[in-house]
């Protein structure tokens, strides 16, 4: 695939994920399924705009990282895996995380026709999706060793993706604040900063 489509994906994609959470959130963070239901039947237009405009920026940003992962084969068989393997992991984060950040939208429609209580048994579900976090942390950590070893961007791209994995890794085991923050927002960080450089770069 053209760089320039790939580097846009990996653009496009954290802008709207995190320029939602950012910017057009609707706060639910430590509520209930119920309490979350509650929350967004209060504002469902937002609820669905913010939802769709998520699930947009995670198939644009999983499905760019999964063809950068394609696009580093090289004569370095060690990478060839790393990358294959990574994008794989990459890949299957697409249908998990549609389908994580797009909750809001059958649990607003159930709840309309049939309560409140289906709703939040629809978004109480989703919940189990989080695990799906695993797939991109393992995902990104893979990926940031092929690209050290091809020393592509100069290989600080790549060291600052296994820094973010490892330290988003670390806030799931142990729950540490300051790690979550470095670990996430450096991963969407560095796939938007991973982005512009793609779509910067020359075809070869």
């Not at 994906?9 to 802008?15: E, Q, Y």
């Not at 895996?81 to 549609?98: D, M, R």
């Not at 059958?106 to 026709?113: C, V």
């Not at 797939?135 to 940031?144: E, I, R």
Request: glycine share 10%; aromatic share 10%; charged share 10%.
């Amino acid at each position: 695939m053209n760089s320039r489509v790939i580097g846009a994906m990996l653009i496009i994609g954290p802008i709207l994920t995190m320029g939602v959470w950012m910017f057009y959130n609707i706060e639910t963070s430590d509520m209930s399924p119920s309490e979350e239901v509650i929350a967004i039947m209060a504002n469902t237009n937002k609820a669905e705009i913010s939802s769709i405009l998520n699930v947009f920026g995670v198939m644009s940003m999983f499905t760019g990282l999964y063809f950068l992962a394609k696009s580093l084969k090289s004569d370095n068989s060690v990478s060839n895996h790393f990358s294959e393997i990574g994008g794989l992991f990459l890949l299957l984060c697409v249908p998990l995380w549609i389908v994580l950040v797009g909750a809001w939208l059958p649990a607003i429609d159930s709840a309309k026709e049939f309560g409140n209580d289906v709703g939040a048994t629809i978004l109480a579900s989703s919940t189990a999706l989080e695990m799906s976090g695993v797939l991109l942390v393992v995902g990104l950590f893979l990926l940031g060793i092929s690209l050290t070893l091809l020393r592509k961007y100069k290989g600080i791209i790549g060291i600052l993706f296994i820094i973010a994995s490892v330290s988003a890794f670390i806030d799931m085991i142990f729950q540490i604040d300051i790690f979550g923050m470095i670990g996430w927002m450096g991963m969407f960080l560095m796939t938007f900063i991973t982005g512009i450089l793609t779509v910067l770069q020359k075809e070869n």
